[in-house]
């Protein structure tokens, strides 16, 4: 197998470590195989879009969703800087709902977060030029767009901040996990 795999503290979400071969030349990667993943998983994925974003440093995206029919799931990569990923579970029936993983991924330690559908998706750029790179499950349907507020207390995510983060409009005015209501 071609994949070192993390389980977390909530069914579902799993860091992925793929297998890097070094030599005098640089460094070869195969950053990602359906077959590898389907192994480590257990998870048969298609997946249909690509997104990548970049951020300065102190970015703070998410935390982003999209309900069903059209959720989505995604395998997320930071290409180049680094970011700490947050992954909140909204399966209403889970034992771990409301709660969620924190992951360092960087451009040196090549980690992969596998994060389903029935999860609520954000991340803080630590580094100018962060280059987040993802794979998608289904297409983007601005429809079926939803949030919850990063900053949410009942969530408590400590996402080590010094300063306040640049954060979007829209994702300053995300609902409140107290007024969500799941469709998962």
């Known amino acids: 197998m071609a994949l070192e ?3 977390t503290s909530i069914e579902g979400l799993v860091v992925l470590l793929p297998s890097t071969f070094k030599d005098e030349r640089g460094v070869f990667s195969e950053t990602f195989s359906q077959r590898d993943f389907y192994e480590a998983t ?3 994925v298609v997946f249909v879009q690509d997104n990548e974003s970049v951020s300065v440093r102190g970015v703070l995206r998410g935390l982003h969703f999209q309900t069903p029919p ?6 997320v990569r930071v290409v180049q ?3 700490i990923d947050v992954a909140v579970d909204i399966r209403k ?8 993983v924190q992951v360092l991924l960087s451009a040196s330690n090549r980690k992969q977060f596998w994060i389903p559908e029935g999860f609520a998706h954000g991340f803080l750029a630590l580094e100018d030029d962060t280059r987040v790179s993802y794979k998608c499950t289904s297409f983007y349907n601005p429809s079926a767009e939803e949030s919850l507020l990063w900053k949410d207390s009942e969530l408590a995510i400590d996402w080590s901040l010094n300063d306040e983060p640049l954060v979007s409009e829209k994702d300053n005015q995300a609902g409140a ?6 469709k998962f």
């Open 5 to 7: 795999i993390e389980k």
């Open 42 to 44: 257990g998870t048969d």
């Open 70 to 75: 059209y959720g989505m799931g995604k395998l």
């Open 81 to 83: 800087g680094s970011v």
């Open 93 to 100: 029936a889970s034992p771990t709902y409301g709660q969620h």
């Open 177 to 182: 996990f107290t007024d969500f209501a799941s």
